[in-house]
């Protein structure tokens, strides 16, 4: 009745204007609401598969599993994640060198095919060499590298030992010095390495960017029982490298101003 009333005081197409652009504002909001609440991927990490070389006691990405899926489907949820509003892409793992003809082409396909903003990796750097990185460099935006010690004794007892791993870094902070690659370094900081004094070896590397991590807890990653580690070597046990909120704030104070001070007399 309420409409008929409508028509017979304004006329039809004074309503129907109105229906109109209510119906209008109604879609607008709808879909406002909707690509605000919407999830867009724009940094990803892709963690490609499980598998490593290494057995850091506080690793939260253990081998639960070995499957690496297809070319194919990784390419098809890469591209999908494209269509999402993906620009940024990190391949990691478990060890990503590990797979180095899939880990080319997957840098090379988000760079030339989905040609995202950047594209980078996360390594322990053990299995870089610099033949792959001369060849794939032109794929690759950023080269991250994990180093918890510069003191090898320290690198074994986390699981990372192999003697060489402080050489080996830098090693590859040259061949991305050379290639134009940008060089970053991931540090996780637990109960054996948070006293130590880092500052001189960080600033020689001079990475564009340092990552510092406070060792964390993950449920049904790194949370067996000592008993579990014995029987399956999967498993990890990083309570006892825990460390509390001041001990690791400590080893931010000690370092933050630090390495400013060592990298702009540097630069």
Not at 71 to 76: E, N, Y
Not at 220 to 235: G, I, L, W
Request: hydrophobic content about 40%; charged content about 25%; aromatic content about 10%.
């Amino acid at each position: 009745m309420a409409i008929i009333q409508s028509v017979l005081e304004h006329g039809a197409g004074q309503v129907v204007a109105s229906a109109v652009i209510c119906t209008a504002v109604a879609s607008f909001l709808l879909w406002h609401w909707r690509e605000k609440s919407r999830i867009v991927p724009i940094s990803v990490n892709y963690h490609f598969t499980r598998k490593c070389n290494k057995v850091c006691k506080f690793c939260f990405h253990t081998e639960k599993t070995s499957y690496v899926a297809i070319d194919a489907d990784m390419k098809k949820g890469l591209k999908l994640l494209k269509d999402a509003g993906m620009r940024k892409i990190n391949f990691a793992g478990g060890e990503p060198f590990l797979y180095p003809q899939k880990l080319a082409m997957l840098c090379k396909y988000c760079s030339e095919v989905l040609k995202l903003e950047s594209v980078s990796i996360i390594s322990n750097g053990t299995l870089i060499n610099h033949d792959w990185l001369e060849r794939n460099a032109r794929y690759i935006d950023v080269l991250g590298v994990s180093c918890d010690s510069f003191d090898e004794k320290t690198n074994d007892a986390i699981g990372r030992g192999a003697g060489d791993n402080v050489e080996k870094l830098f090693r590859v902070r040259q061949w991305c010095a050379a290639l134009g690659i940008k060089f970053k370094l991931n540090t996780v900081v637990c109960a054996l390495n948070w006293q130590e004094d880092m500052v001189d070896r960080i600033a020689e590397l001079a990475p564009f960017r340092w990552k510092c991590f406070q060792v964390s807890i993950v449920g049904d990653e790194n949370d067996a029982s000592q008993e579990e580690t014995r029987h399956d070597k999967r498993k990890r046990d990083a309570r006892q490298l825990y460390i509390s909120d001041q001990q690791f704030q400590q080893f931010c104070d000690v370092h933050g101003t630090s390495i400013v001070l060592c990298l702009s007399q540097i630069l």
